[in-house]
């Protein structure tokens, strides 16, 4: 159930990114991930060439606070029948084609701090 009209975020901070086997499917995460509320969309990108999961996936929710929550709720948590804990956190914001198209490099010199302290406070109530 991919939404490919997925240019930007909205609302903000409403995706995140997850580290997962590369056995794992929609369906074993579905489950666990909308415990924290409704799913837009999820995305379990694929190598072009053999086909297989990269290992990572995107959960859009409609809500930046269901985002939260999931992160705060399943980082470094182990689904079923998989014995690698997830690695859950803010997806960075999609870019931009037009933003050095190229390089696909991002300025993140204005974030970078509240990115920072964002990781820090994550990696904090997982310790």
Partial sequence: MRNDNRKEDKPPYSRVFVVCGKQTREEDLRPYFEKFGTIEDIHIPRDRNSGESKGVAYIKYTKTSYAAAAIQGLHYKTLENDNKPLKVMEADEKPNKHDDEHNNIRNDN?????????MRLIDSKTD
């Fill in 110 to 118: 204005v974030d970078s701090d509240i990115d920072r302290k964002r």
